[in-house]
C-alpha cells in the first residue's frame, strides 16, 4: 500500500480551524462587544482598530463576524446531531419493523429526499416561526432523510452478515444485535455522512438568516449580515466581503474535511484496519 | 414493459398519497390552528371563529380530510390568505417566471456536467479533470446569495450591464428579459453544475471500467465513437435521473436567487407565504413541487427506457 | 519476408511493485496456430494485454519488443493503433457476456466498426452468424445481448472478431464458463475456422484437450514466464518440463478449470519474486533438488523444443 496525502484533509482542517478559532477566541475574547453602535463610525473601512471596518449602525465587523462564526458552528453541529440521531432511529425502525411498516417509513423518506432542502426548512420555519431555535430546529429535520435511508441501506446490508445471523440464532435481543454487531462496522460511513452534512447544515441556516427567518437582530449571523450588506451595494459593496468570505472559508473548509475524512476512513477500512 | 411501467406509476400515486397526508398533517400540528397563525396577534375572538368557519376549521378532522382530498383533485386549492386570490391561479402564474428559467439552467448545467465530466474521466488526472473538480468543490461551498450579489456589485453595479434587478416578461421585451434573467440564471447554473459533474464523471469512469469499454476499442471502433455511443450511453442514466429530479426540485429552490433578484417566480411567493403565514398557500406550494418531483421522476424514467429498452428494471427510487 | 505474423521478444511488464512478465518471448508463424496454457495467473492474458494496449493502468511493459505484421506494435498511438493493429486482428476476450454493451442491439455492435457500408456490413454479418451455425440470425441481430444465452454470446463475439476478416485471430479462453454441451459447440466452431485459408490463430486456454485438438505449437507459461516451448507432439509427447507433465496428466482426466487451480500438484502460482532467476515451480514440484535455486538457463532439446528445467526427465 502506497501512502498517498490527503490535501483534502489537510486543507479542510486548517480551513475550519481557522474559522473555528475565530469563533472560540470571539467568545472569549472579542475585540469590541458586537452589537455595540457607534453612529459616528459607520462604514468604516478596514484599518488597525476595525480590521474588517464597521458596518452601517458602526458595529465592529470583526467582532461580529467572530460571533456569528461562532453561532454557525455550533447551530450546525446541534443540528446535524439531532437530526442525524433522529435518522438513525428511524432507519433503524424502517429496517427492523414490519414489511408494510417499513416500506410506509422508507417511501416517506424516499418522498422528504425527492423534496428541495431549502422549502423543507422554510417550511419548518413557516411552523415554528422565526429565530435561532427554530432554524436549528428545521435545519435539523431536513438532515434526518439521509441519515434514515443511509441507516436503513446498512442495517439491511448488515442483517445477512454472517456474525449476525450468529447472533441471532443464539437468541440475541435486536437492540443487542444493533448496538454492538451492526453499528461498529457502519459507524465510518455515518462519521463521513456526519462530517458532509455540517458543511451543508452552515450553508442552510446561513440561508434561512439571510432570508431574515434564522437568527433575529441585533445578533449577528453570517447570513444577516449579509442580508444587510445587500442594502448598502451601490454604496458600500465591500460590506458583503468580510461575511460572505468567512462563510466561503467555513463551507469550503467543511466540505474539504468531509471528503478528506471519507477517503481516509473508506481506505482505513479497505485495508482492514 | 408495461406491467413495470404501471407498477411505477401506481408507486408514484401511493408518494403523492404519503406526501399530501404529511402536509396534512404537518399543518395540522402547527401551534394553534391555521386560522390563528393568519390572524397573528391583531385579531379577536369574533374575527377567529369567522375565519375557522372559512376555512373550515370547526368541522371534524374526517370531513376536512376528505375536502381536502377531493379539493386537491379538482385542483380547488383554497384560497390565499395574504393575496386573496386562488393558490391554483398564483401557483400557476409564478410558474411562468420560474419554470423557463429552471430548464434553462438545468439543461446548461447538463451540457457542462457532460462535456466537463467526459472528458474529466477519460483524462483521469489531467488539467481538465484537477481544474473541474477544484472549480465543482468552491461552487459547492459558494452560498447562492452571496454569489448573487457578488455578481450584482460587478455586473450591475461596477460595469453596468445588467439591471439590479426586477422581471421584464418575454412577451413585453425578449432583450429587457434576457438581460433581467442571466446573473439568476448564472447563478442557478453554478449551484446546479457540481453535482451533475461529479455524477457524470463517477459514472464514465465506471463506463470506462467496463470490459465492453475495452472491448468495442479493441474491435476497432474510433475512440471518439466508443466514448460517445458507448460510454455515455451508459452512464448518463444517473445523471439524466438526477436532472430531472432537480428541475422539479428548483420550482421551489428558486427562493434565495428570486428574492435577491427580484424575481416574482414560485420561490418568492412560497417565502411570502412563509412570512405571512398564509398555510393555504404554503400547504399548495408544496404539494404542487412535490408532486411535480415525482411525476418528473416517473417521465425521466420512462423516456430513459424508451430510449434503452434493455435498461434493468430496478425497483428502488419513486 | 516475414513468416511470423506477431514476434513477441523478451518481453517483461511490470507495475509499481513487482514484475509481472519476465522475458517472454513468443511467436505465431503466418497461418500458424499457436497455443499458451497454463493455470490462470501465469501471465497469458497479461501478455496479449501488452499486444492490445489494454494493460491495467499501473501496469507497463518495462523491456522487450513486439512486432505484428513487420510494425512495433508497442509503439503504435491513436489511430494508426485502431487502423494498424485493432482493425487487423480479430479478438474473442475472455469474459464474453460482459464484452458486449448491454444496451446496445448485436447488430449494431456487430457493423458500427466496420469499414462497409450499413447494409454490406448487416449482410456480411448475417452470413457470419449462420456460418457460426446459428439458425435464425435476424433473431439474434435484433436482440439485446442480455436476451442471447452464453453459447449465443460466445458466437456473437466470435463473429465481432471475424467481421473485420483480419489475418489474426485472438481467442482468450474461449471454452472456460461454458457447459459441457455448449462447449463442444464452440469447439467445433474454432476447428472450423482452422480450416480457413490463411488465418493465423493465437489461442490461450487451460483446456488442453482443446489446446491438442487446434494447436499446431505450444507455449507453456507459469509465473510470467515461458517454461516450455515447441510443437504440439514435442510439447505433449515429450513433455520435459514438470509442470507440463503435470499439465498434461490432469487433462487426461478432465480438463483444467478455473476452480480447480491444478489442486493435484498442490499449491499455487507464485505471484512474488517473478524476476528471481532461479525456478519458480520448484516449491510445487515432485523434483525438485538443490539445483533449482540456482539460475537457470532456457534449455534446446533439439527442433523448436525448448524448456527452463535443469533435470532431464524426457
Known amino acids: 500500500m502506497r501512502r498517498r496525502g490527503n490535501p483534502s484533509l489537510f486543507i479542510g482542517l486548517i480551513l475550519t480551524l481557522l474559522v473555528a478559532s475565530l469563533g472560540i477566541i470571539g467568545v472569549l475574547h472579542s475585540p469590541y462587544d458586537p452589537e455595540a453602535m457607534n453612529l459616528m463610525q459607520r462604514f468604516n473601512g478596514p484599518s488597525l482598530e476595525h480590521p474588517f471596518g464597521t458596518d452601517h449602525f458602526g458595529r465592529d465587523m470583526l467582532s461580529r463576524v467572530m460571533m456569528a462564526s461562532g453561532t454557525a458552528l455550533s447551530s450546525a453541529l446541534v443540528s446535524v446531531t439531532l437530526g442525524a440521531l433522529a435518522g438513525i432511529a428511524l432507519g433503524t425502525l424502517a429496517a427492523l419493523a414490519p414489511r408494510w ?20 426548512a422554510l417550511m419548518a420555519a413557516a411552523i415554528f416561526g422565526r429565530g435561532l431555535l427554530p432554524s436549528v430546529l428545521a435545519v435539523c429535520i431536513s438532515m434526518v432523510p439521509s441519515f434514515s435511508r443511509l441507516t436503513q441501506a446498512m442495517v439491511m446490508e448488515g442483517r445477512e452478515r454472517l456474525s449476525i445471523k450468529a447472533a441471532r440464532a443464539y437468541g440475541a435481543p435486536a437492540w443487542r444485535i444493533v448496538i454492538f454487531h451492526m453499528f461498529p462496522p457502519v459507524l465510518t460511513r455515518l462519521v463521513t455522512q456526519f462530517t458532509s452534512a455540517i458543511g451543508g447544515a452552515v450553508l442552510l ?3 434561512l438568516s439571510f432570508l431574515g427567518l434564522g437568527v433575529q437582530p441585533p445578533s449577528a449571523s453570517l447570513g444577516m449580515m449579509l442580508s444587510e450588506a445587500r442594502a448598502y451595494l ?3 459593496p465591500w460590506q458583503v466581503l468580510p ?3 468567512t462563510l466561503l472559508v467555513l463551507v469550503l473548509g467543511l466540505n474539504l474535511l468531509g471528503d478528506g475524512l471519507g477517503s481516509l476512513l473508506t481506505r482505513r477500512s479497505a485495508d482492514g484496519l | 414493459m408495461f406491467r413495470q411501467l404501471l407498477r411505477r406509476i401506481l408507486a408514484a400515486f401511493i408518494v403523492m398519497f404519503l406526501v399530501s397526508l404529511a402536509t396534512f398533517a404537518a399543518l395540522e400540528v402547527v401551534p394553534g390552528n391555521a386560522a390563528i397563525v393568519s390572524l397573528g396577534t391583531e385579531g379577536n375572538v369574533e374575527q377567529l371563529a369567522a375565519l375557522e368557519a372559512q376555512l373550515g376549521l370547526d368541522r371534524p378532522l374526517g370531513e376536512r380530510l376528505f375536502d381536502y382530498y377531493s379539493g386537491l383533485i379538482r385542483f380547488d386549492w383554497g384560497t390565499s390568505s395574504y393575496y386573496g386570490q386562488p393558490v391554483w391561479t398564483l401557483i400557476s402564474q409564478r410558474l411562468a417566471v420560474t419554470f423557463p428559467l429552471a430548464l434553462a439552467s438545468v439543461l446548461l448545467a447538463l451540457l ?14 489531467g488539467v481538465v479533470d484537477i481544474i473541474s473538480r477544484s472549480l465543482v468543490q468552491l461552487a459547492s461551498a459558494m452560498p447562492s446569495f452571496w454569489l448573487s450579489l457578488l455578481l450584482l456589485v460587478l455586473f450591475s453595479s461596477v460595469l453596468r450591464l445588467v439591471p439590479m434587478g426586477g ?10 428579459y434576457l438581460n433581467s434573467i442571466v446573473l439568476p440564471l448564472s447563478v442557478l447554473v453554478v449551484g446546479e453544475t457540481g453535482p451533475l459533474l461529479r455524477l457524470v464523471r463517477s459514472s464514465m469512469l465506471e463506463a470506462i471500467g467496463e470490459d465492453w469499454y475495452t472491448a468495442a476499442q479493441v474491435k476497432g471502433l474510433r475512440k471518439g465513437r466508443v466514448i460517445v455511443s458507448y460510454a455515455l450511453r451508459s452512464a448518463l442514466t444517473a445523471p439524466l435521473t438526477s436532472a430531472g429530479t432537480q428541475l422539479a426540485k428548483l420550482l421551489g429552490g428558486t427562493a434565495i436567487v428570486e428574492s435577491v433578484f427580484a424575481l416574482p417566480g414560485m420561490g418568492r411567493l412560497f417565502l411570502t407565504a412563509v412570512e405571512m403565514r398564509d398555510l393555504q398557500l404554503v400547504q399548495g406550494i408544496v404539494i404542487f413541487v412535490s408532486f411535480f418531483v415525482v411525476l418528473m421522476n416517473l417521465v425521466t424514467d420512462i423516456v430513459l427506457r424508451l430510449v434503452n429498452p434493455a435498461l434493468e428494471p430496478d425497483g428502488g427510487g419513486l | 519476408m516475414d513468416s511470423r505474423i506477431l514476434d513477441i521478444q523478451g518481453l517483461c511488464a511490470r507495475d509499481s511493485v513487482e514484475e509481472l512478465l519476465v522475458d517472454v518471448s513468443l511467436h505465431v508463424d503466418a497461418g500458424g496456430r499457436t497455443a499458451i496454457v497454463g493455470e490462470s495467473g501465469c501471465g497469458k492474458t497479461m501478455t496479449l494485454r501488452a499486444l492490445l494496449h489494454t494493460l491495467p493502468p499501473d501496469v507497463e511493459v518495462s523491456a522487450g519488443r513486439i512486432r505484428f505484421m513487420g510494425e512495433d506494435a508497442l509503439a503504435l498511438k491513436g489511430e494508426a493503433l485502431r487502423k494498424d493493429l485493432y482493425m487487423r486482428i480479430g479478438h474473442v476476450g475472455q469474459n464474453t457476456s460482459e464484452n458486449l454493451h448491454p444496451l446496445l442491439k448485436v447488430s449494431r455492435q456487430l457493423t458500427d466498426f466496420s469499414p462497409l457500408g450499413r447494409k454490406e456490413a448487416l449482410e456480411k454479418a448475417t452470413a457470419l452468424l449462420e456460418s457460426l451455425s446459428i439458425k435464425d440470425p435476424g433473431r439474434v441481430l435484433s436482440s439485446y445481448p442480455g436476451e442471447l444465452s452464453g453459447g449465443m454470446r460466445q458466437r456473437v463475439n466470435m463473429a465481432v472478431a471475424l467481421m473485420k476478416d483480419a489475418p489474426l485471430l485472438i481467442a482468450d479462453e474461449p471454452t472456460s464458463a461454458l457447459d459441457a454441451h455448449v462447449r463442444r459447440q464452440v469447439e467445433e466452431l474454432y476447428q472450423g475456422l482452422c480450416e480457413r485459408e490463411g488465418l493465423s490463430l493465437l489461442l490461450i486456454s487451460h483446456d488442453l484437450s482443446f489446446v491438442r485438438r487446434i494447436a499446431d505449437r505450444v507455449y507453456v507459461m507459469y509465473a510470467g514466464r515461458v517454461v516450455e516451448e515447441g510443437s504440439l507432439d514435442e510439447v505433449f509427447g515429450e513433455a520435459a518440463h514438470p509442470y507440463t507433465k503435470a499439465l498434461a496428466s490432469l487433462s487426461g482426466r478432465r480438463s483444467l478449470d478455473r476452480t480447480r487451480d491444478l489442486d493435484e500438484i498442490g499449491g499455487s502460482v507464485p505471484d512474488k519474486g517473478r524476476g528471481d532467476p532461479s525456478c519458480a515451480f520448484s516449491s510445487r514440484c515432485p523434483y525438485a533438488a538443490r539445483d533449482c535455486h540456482n539460475a537457470l538457463s532456457y534449455r534446446h532439446l533439439g527442433g523448436s523444443h525448448y524448456v527452463r528445467c535443469c533435470h532431464e526427465l524426457a
Open chain 2, 112 to 125: 457542462i456536467a457532460i462535456t466537463l465530466g467526459t472528458v474529466a474521466a477519460v483524462r483521469k488526472g
Open chain 2, 167 to 176: 422581471y421584464v416578461s418575454p412577451a413585453e421585451d425578449f432583450g429587457a
Open chain 1, 234 to 236: 451601490l454604496t458600500y
Open chain 1, 101 to 120: 411498516l417499513s416500506t410506509l417509513v422508507m417511501r416517506l423518506v424516499d418522498a422528504l429526499m425527492a423534496f428541495p432542502t431549502i422549502l423543507l
Open chain 1, 243 to 245: 461575511s460572505g468570505i
Open chain 1, 205 to 207: 441556516e446561513s440561508s
